[in-house]
Nanobody, 114 residues
Framework: VQLVESGGGLVQAGGSLSLSCAISGRTLSNYAMGWFRQAPGKDLEWVAKINARGDVTTYADSVKGRFTVTRDDAEKTLYLQMNSMKIEDMGMYYC????????RGPGTQVIVSS
């Protein structure tokens, strides 16, 4: 299975950004999926997850109410809508099929300016 994240970029604090994760090599509908991020010099942090059916989502307290994870199994794509962004949201963002973030893609960089 291959995961490729995209959609990162530069955004002002308070702004929005939408990330995508394209999955190939496996049927997406069988798996829960998660988003992770890693700020420079910090450990990998879990951000959000969505169950296999797409009807249950869970978020880290730091992003709850601001981020929304969705999935399109037909398109084999996972999404992360990020609103009201903060400086501390900056980092590399990854998607993964595993709870510990292993097997994640190359990531997409998010930079938040003040």
């Amino acid at each position: 299975v291959q995961l490729v994240e995209s959609g990162g970029g530069l955004v002002q604090a308070g702004g929005s950004l939408s990330l995508s994760c394209a999955i190939s090599g496996r049927t997406l509908s069988n798996y829960a999926m998660g988003w992770f991020r890693q700020a420079p010099g910090k450990d990998l942090e879990w951000v959000a997850k969505i169950n296999a059916r797409g009807d249950v989502t869970t978020y880290a307290d730091s992003v709850k109410g601001r981020f929304t994870v969705t999935r399109d199994d037909a398109e084999k794509t996972l999404y992360l809508q990020m609103n009201s962004m903060k400086i501390e949201d900056m980092g590399m963002y990854y998607c993964s099929m595993f709870r510990d973030g292993r097997g994640r893609g190359p990531g997409t960089q998010v930079i938040v300016s003040s």
